[in-house]
Each structure stands twice: as C-alpha cells, then as structure tokens.
C-alpha cells in the first residue's frame, strides 16, 4: 500500500489541505447519515466536496480513503460502500430479469463496536422500535427466500398486528413510509415485474441486510425464535 503522504505529494497538495479536507467529508458523512436516518450517501456528493475548490484528478479518491480510514480508526465506524445494481426497465418479465444498469457508487456508515458494547453505550432506545420493525421486514423477507410479493409481505405483517393503511401508527407512523425507508437505506430493493395476470410489486434483500455480519446475526435470531416456539417457520413467497 502506498504512503498517503507521497500520493498528496505527486498532486501538489499540502498536508493541512489534505486534513481540512478530510474533515470536511467526516463532517458531512457523520451529520448526513445522522439526518437521513442511515440512507446511503452518494460517492458523488463527497466528491463534490473536494472539487469544489480543488481540480486534481485523483485528489477525491485519495481524501475519501482517508476518510474512511479515520473514521474506523478514530470512531469506530466503517464506511461501506455500496454497488447498487437494478433491473433494467426494459426486461423486466418473470423469465428473464438481468441486470444491465447500475447506480452510481455509494456507502453508508455501520458501527465496528461489539454488539454488547454498541447496546450498552451507544444504542438510543428512543429508536430501538425501528430497529424492531426493520428486523421484522427482513427477517420474513429472508424466510421467504430473500424475495416476496408485496401482498403477502403485508399479509404477514398484519399477522403482527401491522395495517398497510394505517399513517399514524403509535410509534411508527406511516407504515407503508416505513417500510419505503427500508427501501431508500437498502435493507430492501423493490421491483415491478410484468406477468401475465399484469405488474407484481416485489421486495428483496438488498445489500445491507445481505451483508455478511448481519446476515450472520440475523439467522442466529431467526434460529433462537424458532428454537424457543419448537416450530418450524414457513413463509409463502
């Protein structure tokens, strides 16, 4: 791995440029992810940041591994990125659906404390219902195969006393807003597939509840709730 320092260097850049811009992008992630409920940010907008005043090509690349570097390093986060792909809206019937387009490049922010550390200094529980509702989702999301109708995800949300039509849910609020937001913080990716009886909504996991560590926690959950009702869990998709 090459020396931050010498890559600065070859673009006529000082050091205390380098950290004013490093800080700037830590800033804004910090205060973007905490704004936006988690929704990733765009490779795009961090990019933004730097070329505003500066022009060197490869300046943005180099401040936004800094970043991520210090942010691990200095408070615990990791700074993922994202490769968010979709289905072109050009094949989208149920024998042949490939993926032909992509988003630009993103990342979210994800703690790298141990879960019981995380629970016990850091975890908000004015928030823990969130937390809640979106392990619900994707847990019957993931039993259904990682892929579900959006009828029979509601069908069984209903099943936990959850209406699609309710807007003013006592702590969740809209619940079909909430489970958009699932979607917009890539828990969730949504697509209309064309059928022969017409359009059918689908939501499958996207890459944050596929990433490898939660995905881990989550089929441990799923296990001990199995576990404890002595029950097998069937969920149609």
């Known amino acids: ?13 000082s050091k205390e440029e ?11 992630v910090l205060f973007k992810t ?8 765009k490779r795009e907008e961090l990019t933004q940041l730097v070329t505003k005043n500066y022009r060197q090509r490869n300046l943005p690349a180099l401040v936004i591994k800094q970043a991520i570097d210090k942010l691990s390093t200095i408070f615990g986060y990791e700074m993922k990125e994202l490769q968010r792909n ?3 809206s050009t094949n989208q019937n149920r024998n042949s659906q490939q993926i032909s387009t992509t ?24 928030t823990c219902h969130v937390t809640g509702f ?4 994707i847990s019957i999301v993931h039993l259904a195969g990682g892929k579900i109708t959006e009828e029979n995800l ?23 807003q909430a489970v958009e937001a699932l979607v917009q913080q890539r828990y969730l990716q949504k697509d209309k597939v064309n ?31 199995v576990n404890k009702d002595g029950a097998a869990v069937e969920i149609d998709e």
């Open 103 to 126: 988003d630009a490049k993103s990342y979210v922010v994800m703690s790298k404390l141990p879960a019981d550390v995380y629970k016990k200094y850091v975890e908000d529980e004015r």
């Open 18 to 28: 380098v950290d004013k811009l490093v800080s700037e992008v830590i800033r804004y």
């Open 34 to 41: 905490h704004q936006n409920s988690g929704c990733p940010i």
């Open 86 to 88: 979709r289905i072109s």
């Open 154 to 176: 509601w069908h069984h949300l209903k099943r936990l006393g959850l209406q699609e039509a309710d807007e003013s849910h006592p702590v969740l609020g809209n619940l079909k």
């Open 1 to 13: 791995m090459s020396n931050p320092g010498e890559d600065f260097s070859q673009i006529d850049i």
């Open 134 to 137: 979106t392990f619900a989702v």
């Open 195 to 225: 059928g022969p009886e017409g359009n059918t909504l689908f939501y499958e996991l996207a890459e944050r509840a596929l990433d490898e560590s939660l995905n881990k926690r989550l089929k441990e959950y799923i296990s001990q709730i």
